[in-house]
C-alpha cells in the first residue's frame, strides 16, 4: 500500500540576534507580546505556560488550536529564539513583523518550512 505525501501546514524558526536584555529579560512583555500576535493574525490559543531559569533564561509556550508557538531566550548572546508550528492556513506575516518592532534585533535569521505527513 502506497503513502500520498500531504502538505498538512508549515514550520516557522526565527532567531533574533542582538536584542537588548532590558528586553530579553522583560518577561510579561514577552509573554503578552506573543499572545496579542498571536490573537491578532487569528490563532486560537487555548493555554500557555512559562518558565524562569536560574540565573538566567526564560521559556514561554502557547498551545494553540492550530499547534503550538515557543519562546526561548538566550541573554548570554543576546538572543532570542521564536517557533511557530501551525497546521492551520493562518499567516505569520504580522506576528513577525510585530515582534521585529518590539524586540529590535541586530539580526534576524528565518526559516520557514511546510511539514508534509504521509498518509
Do not use: W
Not at 490563532?43 to 533564561?57: A, K, M, Y
Not at 508557538?69 to 517557533?83: D, G, K, L, Q, R
Amino acid at each position: 500500500m502506497g503513502f500520498t505525501a500531504k502538505e498538512t501546514g508549515y514550520e516557522l524558526t526565527v532567531i533574533f540576534k542582538g536584542v537588548s536584555l532590558d528586553k530579553i529579560n522583560n518577561y510579561p512583555l514577552l509573554k503578552e507580546t506573543s499572545l496579542e500576535l498571536l490573537k491578532r493574525a487569528g490563532f486560537t490559543v487555548l493555554s500557555d505556560n512559562e518558565h524562569i531559569f536560574t540565573p538566567q533564561g526564560y521559556t514561554f509556550i502557547a498551545l494553540l488550536a492550530e499547534s503550538h508557538f515557543a519562546v526561548h531566550t538566550y541573554p548570554e548572546y543576546n538572543t532570542i529564539y521564536f517557533h511557530l508550528y501551525s497546521c492551520g492556513d493562518k499567516e505569520e506575516t504580522d506576528i513577525l513583523g510585530g515582534l521585529k518592532e518590539t524586540f529590535s534585533p541586530i539580526d534576524v535569521i528565518v526559516r520557514k518550512e511546510p511539514v508534509q505527513v504521509k498518509f
